[in-house]
């Protein structure tokens, strides 16, 4: 028998299970996420950028790419994941953010020497590159340690990434008012500060199977629309009627609530977990837990002498012969497999092109004539319909593939193809279209996400997912700097270039090459939309080419895991005592 605890021991080791369950991890990650995307708020600063330096728009692209090639290349945080706990990454992510930045805001504040173009470049690769390390070391590892609801765990994560630019936008605001330069600071320390106070929390953690899970989820999911309502309401009456600085802090403190209330769900469900814990541990049943230490050091032992005669095969040797979709990977047959192939053409297309539309708002807005005010109300619009496509592609496609087992891969293609109606409202400039246009392509952009990162993680299983998924991530800034930089950087200068010259201005060293009307951006987005609609053909022979694995039950592995180690844990305590004589004794035969 166990003795009762004492009613402080009891709220102490319930406090213990809070901050040390997975829920309260996912909570975190929550936490850490909502400030990460802010990548997706160069739109904002970048003007205060081309003015400070004076820099044309072919530089402020080429800065854009850099960017976006710092965000998504994660390889290096993806390999130091592979050998190092979670919060190694997240360490040197946090690092990473507040130097890049930082040094940002030092050379357009003036405070500095006027850094050279490499400079800037190498600045913002810097401090964009920390959102891949955030992502790998708390996004990767939520995905570990909830392998069956892997869907709505991306969705979710993802979705508070596509919030965070409106987060950040009503914070800053409140703090700073409209001084965009304070910005860029801002998102130098705040993602920085958020990491290093939740390192030890992101962490492996031994799977457990909840049948509740996927409502928890739900909570959590509930409780971010809420979170989106309410921004896309501020946004709407900011819009309409303008808000001070002081209702911009009212507006942020409830922002603040709605980010912390998620822990009322950790506190539920741990407390949930604690109180069947403690029914285990007070039951009268005899139960040897000792038992258990010996029989699964004994297996592993036994498992690795039979091992030491098999050797393994060289991954080189076996790289062009993968196992089944489904099964693990390894990198090198992962990254030669034409799925991969495929998966990162249409990545490239679809990513690339919304991507260039999101960093160009700014400038966008201006040749078309809105106010710069309006700018942040793109932006903000972008942020919140990227939850949203992230939210909607994570949670709907798991429940399509569950219930109907439909296709990720299908969904793809559907978003690649809404996206092409969002790049021709912006190349033929219709009436009020900026705003549909930004709905559509923060729609697109964030539902693109999660169904490439759910897809390599079925395709090409869970063993080496830290590298693979920021594998996958390196489509975004190829497609950026093919789209953005060489078509829609380039076309904007050539166009800028012939209205000075018609006009008679020549054009100072150090000053901003502007462009004015609806041929500055025409152009490119109808090159966008055909590039997009090639990836909308090319994720086609994904789907054709994965359909009969998405008709099997691509789980069922992880079920059977799980059932097995409840099927371990539930086993009689004398079933488990006499397989532990049992293997003693054949110990001592040996």
């Known amino acids: 028998m166990v003795a009762a605890s004492s009613p402080g021991g009891s709220m102490k080791s319930l406090a213990i299970q809070i901050l040390t369950g997975r829920w309260f991890m996912f909570f975190a990650s929550l936490l850490i996420m909502s400030t990460a995307g802010a990548t997706y708020m160069f739109g904002i600063y970048s003007e205060d950028i081309k003015q400070a330096l004076g820099y044309d728009q072919t530089t402020i692209n080429l800065l854009s790419f850099f960017k976006d090639l710092g965000g998504n290349v994660g390889v290096l945080g993806g390999l130091i994941n592979e050998v190092t706990p979670p919060w190694v990454v997240l360490f040197i992510g946090a690092i990473l953010n507040f130097f890049g930045y930082f040094m940002i805001w030092l050379a357009v504040t003036k405070r500095i020497s006027e850094p050279q173009v490499w400079h800037m470049c190498l600045y913002i690769c810097i401090g964009a590159n920390s959102q891949s390390f955030a992502n790998t070391g708390s996004l990767v ?14 969705g979710v994560l993802k979705g508070y990434v596509g919030l965070s630019g409106a987060i950040i936008t009503q914070l800053f605001h409140a703090l700073y008012g409209e001084d965009t330069k304070s910005l860029i600071l801002m998102i130098g320390w705040l993602p920085a500060a958020i990491s290093f106070a939740f390192l030890r929390t992101i962490r492996i953690m031994k799977v457990q199977r909840q049948i509740n899970e996927l409502k928890v989820f739900y909570n959590f999911l509930y409780i971010s629309l809420g979170l989106a309502t309410f921004l896309m309401v501020a946004i709407i009456i900011n819009k309409l009627s303008g808000f001070t600085q002081s209702e911009f802090g009212g507006s942020a403190a409830v922002v603040i609530v709605l980010l912390l209330l998620p822990i009322i769900v950790v506190f539920l469900e741990e407390k949930k977990l604690w109180t069947d814990k403690q029914v285990a541990l007070n039951d009268p049943a005899p139960i040897n837990v000792v038992t258990e230490e010996p029989n699964s050091k004994d297996d592993d032992e036994d498992s690795m002498e039979e091992e030491k005669g098999v050797e393994t095969p060289s991954c080189w040797t076996t790289m062009f012969n993968p196992p089944e979709r489904g099964d693990d990977y390894t990198i090198l047959q992962a990254l030669f497999s034409v799925d991969m192939l495929i998966l990162f053409v249409a990545s490239i297309c679809g990513l690339g092109g919304t991507l260039t539309a999101i960093d160009n708002l700014g400038q966008i807005g201006i040749s078309l004539g809105y106010p710069r005010k309006s700018i942040s109300t793109f932006v903000s619009l972008v942020s919140i319909w990227n939850y949203f496509g992230r939210v909607v592609s994570g949670v709907v496609s798991e429940i399509f593939l569950i219930k109907y087992k439909f296709p990720r891969p299908v969904m793809l293609t559907m978003i690649l193809f809404l996206s092409c109606a969002g790049h021709l409202l912006i190349a033929f400039n219709l009436p009020g279209g900026l705003y549909v246009a930004s709905v559509i392509i923060g729609f697109c952009f964030g539902a693109q996400w999660p169904l490439l990162f759910a897809i390599i993680s079925e395709i090409f299983g869970l063993k080496y997912y830290s590298t693979l998924y920021n594998f996958g991530s390196v489509a975004s ?45 025409k152009l490119s987005f109808i090159i966008i939309t055909a590039v997009t609609f090639f990836g909308v053909l090319v994720s086609t022979v994904l789907v054709i080419r994965t359909r009969k694995f998405y008709k099997s039950d691509i789980y069922k592995k992880f079920r059977e895991k799980a059932l097995a180690a409840e099927m371990e844990m539930a086993a009689p305590a004398s079933a488990r005592s006499t397989v532990a004589e049992e293997k003693k004794d054949d110990v001592k035969v040996k």
């Open 477 to 521: 800034p190829i497609g950026s700097y093919l789209l953005n930089v060489r078509v829609a950087g380039y076309l904007y200068d050539v166009e800028a270039d012939r209205q000075n010259k018609l006009l008679g201005i020549i054009r100072k060293k150090g000053e901003d090459l502007s462009c004015i009307g609806t041929s500055c951006f």
């Open 141 to 154: 590892t939520c995905v570990k340690n909830f392998p069956e609801s892997r869907g709505v765990v991306l």
